[in-house]
Protein backbone atom coordinates (compact mmCIF):
# COMPACT_ATOMS: atom_id res chain seq x y z
CA UNK A 1 0.00 0.00 0.00
CA UNK A 2 1.29 3.39 -0.59
CA UNK A 3 3.24 4.57 2.58
CA UNK A 4 3.10 1.11 4.58
CA UNK A 5 6.46 -1.25 3.96
CA UNK A 6 6.24 -3.88 1.64
CA UNK A 7 6.16 -7.51 3.87
CA UNK A 8 7.77 -9.71 0.00
CA UNK A 9 10.37 -9.26 -2.19
CA UNK A 10 10.37 -10.72 -5.78
CA UNK A 11 12.81 -11.55 -8.59
CA UNK A 12 11.24 -11.86 -11.60
CA UNK A 13 12.23 -13.04 -14.96
CA UNK A 14 10.64 -10.44 -17.38
CA UNK A 15 11.24 -12.68 -20.57
CA UNK A 16 9.82 -16.11 -18.98
CA UNK A 17 7.67 -15.26 -16.21
CA UNK A 18 9.21 -16.93 -13.71
CA UNK A 19 8.92 -15.38 -10.10
CA UNK A 20 11.26 -15.83 -6.61
CA UNK A 21 10.41 -14.45 -3.46
CA UNK A 22 13.71 -13.14 -1.83
CA UNK A 23 14.72 -13.75 1.91
CA UNK A 24 16.36 -11.30 3.66
CA UNK A 25 19.02 -13.04 5.99
CA UNK A 26 17.42 -11.01 9.07
CA UNK A 27 14.60 -12.63 10.23
CA UNK A 28 11.19 -10.34 10.47
CA UNK A 29 12.12 -6.76 8.77
CA UNK A 30 9.88 -5.73 6.30
CA UNK A 31 10.86 -4.02 2.90
CA UNK A 32 10.71 -0.24 2.63
CA UNK A 33 12.09 0.64 -1.17
CA UNK A 34 14.15 -0.68 -3.71
CA UNK A 35 16.59 0.63 -6.53
CA UNK A 36 18.23 -1.30 -9.40
CA UNK A 37 21.93 -0.45 -9.12
CA UNK A 38 23.09 -2.25 -12.06
CA UNK A 39 21.73 -5.19 -14.61
CA UNK A 40 22.75 -7.84 -11.91
CA UNK A 41 22.20 -5.83 -8.40
CA UNK A 42 20.12 -3.53 -6.63
CA UNK A 43 19.69 -1.93 -3.07
CA UNK A 44 17.12 -2.68 -0.74
CA UNK A 45 16.15 -0.92 2.51
CA UNK A 46 14.69 -2.90 5.40
CA UNK A 47 13.54 -2.18 9.10
CA UNK A 48 12.52 -4.67 11.47
CA UNK A 49 9.07 -5.55 11.73
CA UNK A 50 7.03 -5.68 15.80
CA UNK A 51 3.65 -5.00 16.80
CA UNK A 52 2.56 -4.06 13.42
CA UNK A 53 5.32 -0.95 12.72
CA UNK A 54 8.67 -0.99 11.59
CA UNK A 55 11.09 -0.40 14.83
CA UNK A 56 12.50 3.22 14.86
CA UNK A 57 16.25 2.55 14.55
CA UNK A 58 16.51 -0.89 13.00
CA UNK A 59 16.66 0.68 9.08
CA UNK A 60 19.33 -1.04 7.06
CA UNK A 61 20.44 -1.03 3.53
CA UNK A 62 21.43 -3.82 1.65
CA UNK A 63 23.20 -5.07 -1.67
CA UNK A 64 21.17 -8.10 -3.58
CA UNK A 65 23.19 -9.95 -6.58
CA UNK A 66 21.37 -11.62 -8.98
CA UNK A 67 23.35 -14.57 -9.82
CA UNK A 68 20.45 -16.47 -11.32
CA UNK A 69 17.14 -17.00 -11.24
CA UNK A 70 16.95 -19.51 -7.83
CA UNK A 71 20.36 -17.98 -6.11
CA UNK A 72 20.68 -13.99 -4.53
CA UNK A 73 23.43 -12.66 -2.69
CA UNK A 74 22.81 -10.41 0.49
CA UNK A 75 25.64 -8.17 1.80
CA UNK A 76 24.89 -5.44 4.15
CA UNK A 77 25.84 -2.13 3.06
CA UNK A 78 27.77 0.40 5.55
CA UNK A 79 25.54 2.88 4.57
CA UNK A 80 23.77 5.55 7.18
CA UNK A 81 20.27 4.30 7.58
CA UNK A 82 17.30 5.34 5.55
CA UNK A 83 14.08 7.43 7.37
CA UNK A 84 11.10 4.80 7.51
CA UNK A 85 8.87 7.03 7.11
CA UNK A 86 10.05 9.14 3.87
CA UNK A 87 12.26 5.92 2.13
CA UNK A 88 8.83 4.51 1.01
CA UNK A 89 6.95 7.50 -0.33
CA UNK A 90 11.00 9.08 -1.37
CA UNK A 91 12.62 5.96 -3.19
CA UNK A 92 16.48 5.92 -3.22
CA UNK A 93 17.60 7.78 -6.52
CA UNK A 94 21.03 5.90 -7.99
CA UNK A 95 23.81 8.87 -9.62
CA UNK A 96 25.18 6.25 -12.24
CA UNK A 97 27.37 8.90 -14.04
CA UNK A 98 29.87 9.48 -11.21
CA UNK A 99 33.83 7.48 -10.96
CA UNK A 100 32.17 5.55 -7.57
CA UNK A 101 27.99 4.98 -7.85
CA UNK A 102 26.25 7.25 -5.44
CA UNK A 103 22.85 6.52 -3.44
CA UNK A 104 20.39 9.24 -2.81
CA UNK A 105 18.09 8.39 -0.14
CA UNK A 106 15.75 10.06 2.71
CA UNK A 107 17.66 9.51 6.11
CA UNK A 108 16.99 11.24 9.56
CA UNK A 109 14.81 13.84 10.23
CA UNK A 110 14.51 16.03 6.21
CA UNK A 111 17.95 14.60 5.50
CA UNK A 112 18.59 13.61 1.93
CA UNK A 113 22.18 11.99 2.04
CA UNK A 114 24.53 11.53 -1.00
CA UNK A 115 26.81 8.18 -0.41
CA UNK A 116 29.19 6.26 -2.18
CA UNK A 117 27.42 2.40 -2.62
CA UNK A 118 31.07 0.92 -2.21
CA UNK A 119 32.53 2.50 0.94
CA UNK A 120 29.80 4.39 2.57
CA UNK A 121 31.55 7.67 2.25
CA UNK A 122 29.02 10.65 3.10
CA UNK A 123 29.74 13.12 -0.17
CA UNK A 124 26.89 15.66 0.26
CA UNK A 125 23.95 15.88 3.46
CA UNK A 126 21.39 18.72 2.27
CA UNK A 127 19.28 19.63 5.17
CA UNK A 128 16.35 20.47 5.40
CA UNK A 129 14.93 18.77 2.58
CA UNK A 130 12.87 16.15 0.64
CA UNK A 131 13.69 13.64 -1.77
CA UNK A 132 11.52 14.55 -4.70
CA UNK A 133 13.14 11.91 -7.32
CA UNK A 134 15.50 11.64 -10.45
CA UNK A 135 16.61 14.76 -11.96
CA UNK A 136 18.28 16.23 -15.12
CA UNK A 137 21.89 15.58 -15.85
CA UNK A 138 21.68 12.25 -14.18
CA UNK A 139 21.44 13.42 -10.56
CA UNK A 140 18.19 14.28 -8.74
CA UNK A 141 15.83 16.89 -7.25
CA UNK A 142 15.01 18.26 -3.15
CA UNK A 143 12.51 20.69 -2.30
CA UNK A 144 13.95 22.90 0.63
CA UNK A 145 13.97 26.09 2.02
CA UNK A 146 16.01 28.28 0.00
CA UNK A 147 19.71 28.63 1.42
CA UNK A 148 18.48 32.72 1.35
CA UNK A 149 16.51 31.82 4.69
CA UNK A 150 13.92 34.19 3.19
CA UNK A 151 11.31 31.28 4.64
CA UNK A 152 10.55 30.29 0.71
CA UNK A 153 10.57 26.41 -0.50
CA UNK A 154 12.26 25.79 -3.66
CA UNK A 155 13.07 22.86 -6.18
CA UNK A 156 16.79 22.45 -6.67
CA UNK A 157 18.39 20.00 -9.46
CA UNK A 158 21.51 18.61 -8.41
CA UNK A 159 23.91 17.18 -11.54
CA UNK A 160 25.62 13.72 -11.14
CA UNK A 161 28.59 16.05 -10.05
CA UNK A 162 26.19 17.18 -7.01
CA UNK A 163 26.65 21.22 -8.14
CA UNK A 164 23.27 22.62 -8.33
CA UNK A 165 21.84 22.83 -12.04
CA UNK A 166 19.34 25.24 -11.14
CA UNK A 167 16.80 26.57 -8.47
CA UNK A 168 13.53 27.33 -8.88
CA UNK A 169 10.91 28.87 -6.06
CA UNK A 170 7.41 26.99 -5.34
CA UNK A 171 6.27 30.52 -6.08
CA UNK A 172 8.24 30.91 -9.53
CA UNK A 173 6.47 27.15 -10.73
CA UNK A 174 2.74 28.35 -9.71
CA UNK A 175 3.45 31.26 -11.75
CA UNK A 176 4.54 29.09 -14.57
CA UNK A 177 1.64 26.86 -14.45
CA UNK A 178 -0.69 29.24 -14.28
CA UNK A 179 0.55 31.08 -17.78
CA UNK A 180 0.68 27.44 -19.12
CA UNK A 181 -3.01 26.24 -18.17
CA UNK A 182 -4.70 29.99 -18.40
CA UNK A 183 -5.70 30.31 -14.87
CA UNK A 184 -4.41 33.57 -12.29
CA UNK A 185 -1.64 32.57 -10.00
CA UNK A 186 -4.18 32.38 -6.78
CA UNK A 187 -6.20 29.63 -8.32
CA UNK A 188 -3.05 27.87 -8.48
CA UNK A 189 -2.81 25.67 -5.19
CA UNK A 190 -0.23 23.06 -3.99
CA UNK A 191 1.58 22.83 -1.01
CA UNK A 192 3.86 19.80 -1.46
CA UNK A 193 6.28 18.10 -4.56
CA UNK A 194 5.16 14.65 -4.77
CA UNK A 195 7.41 12.70 -7.41
CA UNK A 196 9.44 13.63 -10.82
CA UNK A 197 10.18 11.42 -13.72
CA UNK A 198 12.96 11.59 -16.67
CA UNK A 199 11.79 11.25 -19.83
CA UNK A 200 11.21 7.73 -21.61
CA UNK A 201 13.46 6.76 -24.01
CA UNK A 202 13.57 8.70 -27.65
CA UNK A 203 12.82 11.83 -25.26
CA UNK A 204 14.85 14.21 -23.52
CA UNK A 205 15.51 18.41 -22.79
CA UNK A 206 12.91 18.11 -19.85
CA UNK A 207 12.04 16.50 -16.18
CA UNK A 208 8.48 16.00 -15.33
CA UNK A 209 7.02 16.62 -11.34
CA UNK A 210 4.11 16.65 -9.67
CA UNK A 211 3.03 19.41 -7.35
CA UNK A 212 0.06 18.22 -5.18
CA UNK A 213 -2.47 19.57 -2.19
CA UNK A 214 -2.11 16.53 0.14
CA UNK A 215 -4.03 18.08 2.96
CA UNK A 216 -6.20 15.11 1.94
CA UNK A 217 -6.21 11.95 2.07
CA UNK A 218 -4.97 9.69 -1.12
CA UNK A 219 -8.21 7.66 -1.83
CA UNK A 220 -10.62 10.48 -2.04
CA UNK A 221 -8.68 11.80 -5.13
CA UNK A 222 -5.47 14.35 -4.40
CA UNK A 223 -5.86 17.92 -6.27
CA UNK A 224 -2.51 18.61 -8.09
CA UNK A 225 -0.35 19.74 -11.29
CA UNK A 226 2.19 17.75 -13.36
CA UNK A 227 4.66 20.06 -14.96
CA UNK A 228 7.38 19.49 -17.27
CA UNK A 229 10.15 21.45 -16.51
CA UNK A 230 13.07 22.79 -18.79
CA UNK A 231 16.25 20.01 -17.78
CA UNK A 232 18.42 22.93 -17.94
CA UNK A 233 16.38 25.82 -16.54
CA UNK A 234 13.62 24.17 -14.84
CA UNK A 235 11.14 26.70 -16.55
CA UNK A 236 7.89 25.65 -16.93
CA UNK A 237 7.18 24.28 -20.32
CA UNK A 238 3.90 22.60 -20.11
CA UNK A 239 1.42 21.67 -17.27
CA UNK A 240 -2.16 20.05 -16.40
CA UNK A 241 -4.32 19.90 -13.66
CA UNK A 242 -6.43 17.12 -12.44
CA UNK A 243 -7.32 14.98 -9.38
CA UNK A 244 -5.46 11.65 -9.50
CA UNK A 245 -5.15 8.93 -7.01
CA UNK A 246 -2.64 7.32 -5.66
CA UNK A 247 0.30 6.93 -8.22
CA UNK A 248 3.06 8.24 -10.44
CA UNK A 249 1.73 10.47 -13.32
CA UNK A 250 4.14 10.39 -16.25
CA UNK A 251 3.92 12.16 -19.54
CA UNK A 252 5.09 10.46 -23.23
CA UNK A 253 4.63 11.51 -26.52
CA UNK A 254 2.92 14.83 -25.81
CA UNK A 255 0.46 13.41 -22.86
CA UNK A 256 0.43 13.02 -19.04
CA UNK A 257 -0.99 9.75 -18.03
CA UNK A 258 -2.72 9.03 -14.51
CA UNK A 259 -5.16 7.69 -12.50
CA UNK A 260 -8.06 10.09 -11.73
CA UNK A 261 -10.71 10.12 -8.86
CA UNK A 262 -14.38 9.80 -9.55
CA UNK A 263 -15.93 12.92 -10.87
CA UNK A 264 -19.80 12.35 -8.91
CA UNK A 265 -20.88 16.25 -10.84
CA UNK A 266 -19.68 14.66 -14.39
CA UNK A 267 -20.67 11.55 -13.46
CA UNK A 268 -17.25 9.93 -14.28
CA UNK A 269 -16.03 6.80 -12.75
CA UNK A 270 -12.29 5.90 -11.54
CA UNK A 271 -10.63 6.09 -14.92
CA UNK A 272 -6.97 6.02 -16.50
CA UNK A 273 -6.81 9.11 -18.76
CA UNK A 274 -4.34 11.03 -21.34
CA UNK A 275 -4.07 14.75 -21.24
CA UNK A 276 -2.99 16.61 -23.70
CA UNK A 277 0.01 18.79 -22.33
CA UNK A 278 -0.41 21.34 -24.68
CA UNK A 279 -3.78 22.40 -23.46
CA UNK A 280 -4.84 19.68 -20.75
CA UNK A 281 -7.66 18.09 -23.23
CA UNK A 282 -8.51 14.87 -22.31
CA UNK A 283 -6.43 12.39 -25.34
CA UNK A 284 -8.29 9.19 -24.28
CA UNK A 285 -9.96 8.25 -21.35
CA UNK A 286 -10.84 4.37 -20.13
CA UNK A 287 -13.56 4.11 -17.26
CA UNK A 288 -11.60 1.37 -14.55
CA UNK A 289 -14.68 -0.88 -12.61
CA UNK A 290 -12.74 -0.94 -9.33
CA UNK A 291 -13.57 1.87 -6.26
CA UNK A 292 -11.03 4.72 -5.80
CA UNK A 293 -9.90 3.05 -2.62
CA UNK A 294 -9.20 -0.24 -4.74
CA UNK A 295 -6.36 1.76 -6.46
CA UNK A 296 -2.54 1.44 -4.50
CA UNK A 297 -0.53 2.96 -7.32
CA UNK A 298 0.31 3.01 -10.96
CA UNK A 299 3.28 4.02 -13.33
CA UNK A 300 4.44 3.86 -17.09
CA UNK A 301 7.56 1.31 -17.54
CA UNK A 302 10.92 2.78 -18.52
CA UNK A 303 10.00 3.14 -22.41
CA UNK A 304 6.76 4.74 -21.80
CA UNK A 305 4.98 1.88 -23.78
CA UNK A 306 2.81 0.41 -20.78
CA UNK A 307 0.87 1.57 -18.46
CA UNK A 308 0.86 -1.11 -15.13
CA UNK A 309 -2.44 -0.40 -12.29
CA UNK A 310 -2.64 -1.80 -9.07
Not at 289 to 294: D, F
Request: hydrophobic share 40%.
Amino acid sequence: EVDKAASRLWLVDVAGGKAKELKCPEADVRYLAAEWLDARSFVVFTGKWASGFVEEGTEKAWRVRAAGQDVAEWSALKLPPPNEARATRRPPVVIREAKDQALVYPSGNEVVLVVEVESGKELAKIEPAELVGPGPMGGFIVARPQPEDTGTIELAAFGADLKVAWRRKLSELRDGIARKIGKTPVEVVFNETSTSHLPPKGEEGWVGVTLIFSDVGWKDGIPGYYAKLDAKTGEVLAAVRSEGLSGRPSSTAGAVWSVLAPDPKAKLPVRLESLRTEDGKTVASVPLPVEKEAVHGYAFDPAGKQFAVT
